[in-house]
């Protein structure tokens, strides 16, 4: 039992120049918040607005029409294609390299000179310029063979490997060294150790930035202006001939005098939007099924 | 896989403590029965971190069916030495040892010696309870597992079997399938038991199992040590004083050498011999300073 006597015992927050910082601080930070939500909403805003209207099976199925064509001819049909042809494949060769990478780098590699090289060289490879990679496929593959969705996925996989490489790396290195202790001391071998306990522990964590590099490997353009170019009708064989994706038809509409290519611009951004969107959703729904054992 | 298995040459060689002679005390509470064979033979053992020496000159052995405890203030090598018995000290990147480990006759560090096929014989349990981020069930199966046991009902029988050596089985029989993660801090650690225990160890060591817990998990799990001590071999590392003279057979004492001139300090074993022995009647200063509680 505490009896206070005399004075009454002050426990209010301090006032004064603390209090007056803390607000700031606060205020500031809201602020920043507001200024980042902007253009993110005004964006969101514009391009659901605009091109909402023109949004229809037909729009999304059709063959592309001249850029003369009003706004409720044609489609987009050849992009659509062409952007899951040529981002599967990019996905099918950086995702699983990228991945391998990163097991290396943090269970194999140690901190030996390979390992150190590989690190580097794939943080230099984040800094490169998305245009710079679509000039290097161009020079290498495309001035070689041909035009191809291939030439445009050797671009874009170049682009994702960096990013599934780190965001891998990252993961593997949260999964905690007691667990990789724990099984080494029931005899396991190290392969064991890494398929068994450190990727099921770090796996909705790669998959989510799997997922989100595939995202932004869906809404490159420049990569894909030099080793696709654009066509108007389906290409099946993403191996062959030139293709077309939703970012490169944007850029080509987008920029072209004609209110209909414009609207149909607007579309094709509402689709890659709501594309992007979904790959997001699943990243964040596979990351919470994953982790249903970890608490 | 390929450990040569040499029990009965062991059973010749004499125990090689670090405690004098005259130090074994005329009356035996309930006559141990003479020590059979040795399951550990360390000699002149050193551990170093990169240049920095942790241990020097160990030489000790541990016997079978006994529990073994390892005591000392921190720093002085216990878990260092306990990690070179089944070679965890191989995932230190700058980890090195020097000298002998023998394992029933067989060197630990010999050439050919694949650390994967000792870590199978010889189980550690650590310090913090380190569960699978899987199934209870999962984490217990893990081991048989890994060493090729797919068939679903022997997995049940060794899951069953393991999660009640480990006194285990009662509190989580109805939630196996749930996480391991989800357990409390000495379910964890019983469960991390079990988990060694799956894979039918010879010898388990325990690196201060019970330093996370209460006393009521802590006495759940002396009791278990107890209890398996008539077929496993186990090794621990403590720091509870209480606790060793409580479950152990024979102490083993560490200390820290500090070197005054390189201004360093190294791990030595003190004296190791007898519980009894070591508390009530040790044959070194340092080692009845430790245990009457005058210094650390």
Known sequence: MVTTTGEQLNLREAKGWRRTKNRIATVLMVVAFVLVVIPLVFVLITVVARGIKIISWQFLTAQIPPSVAPADVGGIGPAIVGTFQIVGLATVMAVPLGILGAIYLNEYGGRGPLARLIGFMADVMTGVPSIVMGLFIFSIWVLRFQFSGFAGALALGCLMLPVVIRSTD??????????????????????????????????????????????????????????????????????????????????????????????RAWGAALTLIVIAFVLMLAARFITARFTRYSR | MEQPEQESVTSLQQPQTAAPPR?????????????????????????????????????????????????????CGKTTVLRTLNRMNDLVASARVEGDVRYRGASLYG????????????????????????????????????????????????????????????????????????????????????????????????????????????????????????RYTIVIVTHNMQQATRVSDRTAFFSVLRNEESDTRTGVLVEYGRTEQIFHDPSDSRTEAYVTGQVG
């Open chain 1, 170 to 263: 990252e993961m593997l290195k949260l999964v905690p060294n007691p667990l990789r202790e724990g099984s080494y001391a029931l005899g396991a071998t190290k392969a064991r150790v890494t398929m068994t306990v450190v990727l099921p522990a770090a796996v909705g964590g790669i998959v989510s930035g799997a997922l989100l590099a595939i995202a932004r490997a869906a809404g490159e353009t420049a990569p894909l202006l030099f080793t696709i170019l654009t066509v108007t009708a389906v290409n099946r064989n993403p191996f062959s001939g030139p293709n077309t994706s939703i970012p490169s038809q944007i850029f080509v509409n987008a920029t072209s005098p004609y209110p209909g290519a414009q609207d």
């Open chain 2, 23 to 75: 130090a074994q005390p005329a009356p035996e509470p309930e006559a141990y029965s003479e020590p059979g064979s040795t399951v550990f033979d360390a000699e002149k053992v050193s551990c170093y971190y990169g240049s920095f020496r942790a241990v020097t000159d160990v030489s000790l052995s541990i016997y079978e069916n006994e529990i073994t405890a390892f005591i000392g203030p921190s720093g």
């Open chain 2, 111 to 230: 050439k050919d010696v694949s650390p994967i096929a000792v870590r199978r014989r010889i189980g550690m349990v650590f310090q913090k309870p380190n569960p699978f981020p899987k199934s209870i069930y999962d984490n217990v199966a893990y081991g048989p597992r890994i060493n090729g046991e797919h068939n679903r009902k022997k997995l049940d029988e060794i899951v069953e079997r393991s999660l009640r050596q480990a006194a285990l089985w009662d509190e989580v029989k109805n939630r196996l399938k749930a996480s391991g993660l989800g357990l409390s801090g000495g379910q964890a650690q019983r469960l991390c038991i079990a988990r060694t225990l799956a894979v039918e160890p010879d010898v388990i060591l325990m690196d201060e199992p019970c330093s996370a817990l209460d006393p009521i998990a802590t006495s759940a799990i002396e009791d278990l040590m107890r209890d398996i001590k008539s």
